[in-house]
């Protein structure tokens, strides 16, 4: 019987450990969100960047990023990241007058997000030159 329970313990803690393995992915912006504070349409170009880096143990790949109305995406990962690597994602925003309030989503296979799915946040205010 302690046979048993020790072999069922073994099993748990071990199978926390797989759990855990994989592609991760830790963005710099605080949060997952970028501001843009207070910017005009004529003095700011609009363009942003995303930093992260892999935290895991396996490659991380980006498969896709899906923006919302306004936004472009002007680049993204197309190769996979190395463990301890880092990477960007530039986004454009259009520069309409009013508040921003937008989300764009990462698809990847990155362990640390429901089934690597990342929301990154934008906000900010575009005003009048």
Known sequence: ?????????????????????????????????IDYGTITKNGDSGIRIFEFTNTGNASLIISNVLSTSGFTIQSKPSEPILPGKSDKIVIKYNLTEGPI???????????????????????????AD
């Open 1 to 33: 019987m302690k046979n048993i329970t020790l072999i069922i313990a073994i099993l748990l803690i071990s199978s926390f450990g797989f759990a855990q393995s994989g592609a991760k992915i830790e963005f710099k912006a605080k949060d997952n969100t």
């Open 101 to 127: 309030r937008k989300t764009i989503t990462v698809e990847s296979n990155a362990v640390n997000y429901d089934n690597g799915r990342i929301p990154l946040k934008i906000k900010g205010e575009v005003i």
